[in-house]
């Protein structure tokens, strides 16, 4: 490939094009970081969440055991005095309405978790995406920069097109997380 003489204005056009990647290639930076910092939020959000939900279910079984062992001791027929055998049916009754309670406060922990994790896989998905097209604006940079120091229009064009995928891959990791 031999050099080519750029036509006078030529490298004014070559720095604009480089200037303009560069705010372009800046924006896409901080867009990816803060997908970056999203993600990880609605991960740790969703395993927040979860541990919350587990702190129910075992307050459910807990609950659950209580319940069985009242019962228990109710059919056993050992307790014979009725004010203890109506305390134990009433708190046997109470560990049961409330272990429904904590199990039914569990599973919307659950689902609230499997939808925290979904939605930081997408957001994970959108920072990879923007991720490829921060690079194609730096690669874009380089191209230009080196047909400025060439003087060929071969490297301008590349840069120029592959700053238009950088600007597509942009477009669509930002839509993709919505």
């Known amino acids: 490939m031999?050099?080519?003489?750029?036509?006078?204005?030529?490298?004014?056009?070559?720095?604009?094009?480089v200037a303009i990647i560069a705010v372009l290639a800046a924006l896409s930076t901080l867009f990816t970081h803060h997908r970056s910092i999203?993600?990880?939020?609605?991960?740790?959000r969703a395993i927040l969440t979860?541990?919350?939900?587990?702190?129910?279910?075992?307050?459910?079984?807990?609950?659950?055991v209580r319940y069985n062992f009242y019962s228990a001791l109710l059919a056993s027929d050992l307790?014979?005095?009725?004010?203890?055998?109506?305390?134990l049916s009433a708190a046997s009754k109470k560990q049961a309405e409330?272990?429904?309670?904590?199990?039914?406060k569990a599973h919307e922990l659950e689902a609230q978790a499997d939808n925290d994790d979904v939605r930081s896989e997408t957001i994970l998905r959108?920072?990879?995406?923007?991720?490829?097209?921060t690079t194609m604006f730096e690669v874009s940079i380089i191209l230009l920069s080196i047909s400025a120091l060439a003087r060929?229009?071969?490297?301008?064009?590349?840069?120029?097109?592959?700053?238009?995928?950088?600007?597509?891959?942009?477009?669509?990791?930002?839509?993709?997380?919505?």
């Not at 999203?38 to 740790?44: D, E, Q, R, T, V």
């Not at 229009?153 to 942009?170: E, M």
Request: with cysteine; proline share 2%; charged share 20%.
């Open 38 to 44: 999203l993600a990880l939020a609605a991960k740790n």
């Open 2 to 17: 031999h050099a080519v003489e750029a036509p006078p204005g030529g490298g004014r056009l070559v720095s604009a094009a």
């Open 50 to 64: 979860q541990g919350r939900a587990t702190d129910y279910y075992t307050s459910y079984e807990a609950k659950e």
């Open 126 to 133: 959108s920072y990879e995406v923007l991720q490829f097209g």
């Open 98 to 104: 409330a272990a429904e309670e904590d199990l039914k």
């Open 152 to 178: 060929t229009r071969t490297f301008v064009w590349l840069g120029c097109s592959l700053s238009s995928v950088g600007l597509g891959f942009l477009i669509f990791g930002l839509l993709q997380a919505r």
């Open 79 to 87: 307790v014979r005095k009725a004010e203890i055998r109506a305390y």
